[in-house]
């Protein structure tokens, strides 16, 4: 079953901030997340491993609340690059490896 | 440079015949997996392998077939069972402990 993403699409003008939301029905190992730029392959951003650490460069973070089976990705001071769809992947279960399932991907614009 | 290729690019079939994606990675990588990409509907799993000569069945198997003889490809047969085969198919691959995934450049099938 994919995990749900929230919301399905935001426009943003440069400089301001988003939230994009992941949440599974399912225990999970881990949560994976990727930008897709329009007709490329996805690029990973970053993996969060259960026990709900928090990561982030630059000014991408994401956390994982392993409780609620969510995890959300932080963007502030969105630029124009951050422009392009974004999936979470998920692995359930208490193992590293296993089927890599993705949201249906939330679409984010940033304008000038 | 290690990496994983997809070929060819773009892809046209007539209804009916089946088509076989190429997916080749030499990033030693043990986990392979396949993806379907249609618009709104995210990364949908069609079949993944953990080990070579092993695979799965993932969310949307029905109507293609894999094979893992080799480590390094993992190629799709999309068969004529398949209702409605048109759709961007993205390949991917990971290590067994579950880091991220890198994915390919993506075949985009159309059927007429």
Redesign the interface.
Known sequence: QQPVQSPQAVILREGEDAVINCSSSKALYSVHWYRQKHGEAPVFLMILLKGGEQKGHDKISASFNEKKQQSSLYLTASQLSYSGTYFCGTRAGGTSYGKLTFGQGTILTVHP | DGGITQSPKYLFRKEGQNVTLSCEQNLNHD?M?W?RQDP??????IY?S?IVNDF?K??IAEGYSVSREKKESFPLTVTSAQKNPTAFY?C?S?T???????????TRLTVV
């Open positions: 986990a997996y993806y709104g509907q995210g990364l949908r799993l993944y953990q799965q993932g969310d993205l991917a990971s067994q402990q579950g880091t991220e995934a890198f994915f390919g450049q993506g």
